[in-house]
């Protein structure tokens, strides 16, 4: 299993970015998708996930109604568009799989086994 982030960087308060994570080396339509991001010393934070077909998604209260998670099973491919963003959502971005559900997706790091290296989003004031 890979999984390759990429889209992260530098922004402006109010500007955005798009994440993106390319996935490899297992069968994509089976796995649900989630976007992590963690801070130093702090507990690693579930902020999107979506459901192997797309019919679920989860969003974190801090991000509902700025960001917006898709995938491409066609391209194996997640993408995690962040509008609005605030100094808060500076973290280091973290794309998981793990076997999904169609019926419901979970959204805690407990519940993925598979992780990217992580991509650095910094929202400057």
């Known amino acids: 299993v890979q999984l390759v982030e990429s889209g992260g960087g530098l922004v402006q308060a109010g500007g955005s970015l798009r994440l993106s994570c390319a996935a490899s080396g297992f069968r994509f339509d089976d796995f649900a998708i989630g976007w992590f991001r963690q801070i130093p010393g702090k507990e690693r934070e579930g902020v999107s996930c979506i459901s192997p077909s797309d019919g679920y998604t989860f969003y974190a209260d801090s991000v509902k109604g700025r960001f917006t998670i898709a995938r491409d099973n066609a391209k194996k491919s997640v993408w995690l568009q962040m509008n609005n963003l605030k100094p808060d959502d500076t973290a280091v971005y973290y794309c998981?799989?793990?076997?999904?559900?169609?019926?419901?997706?979970?959204?805690?790091?407990?519940?993925?086994?598979?992780w990217g290296q992580g991509t650095q989003v910094t929202v400057s004031s």
């Open positions: 998981a799989a793990d076997v999904g559900d169609n019926q419901y997706v979970i959204c805690s790091q407990n519940e993925y086994e598979n």
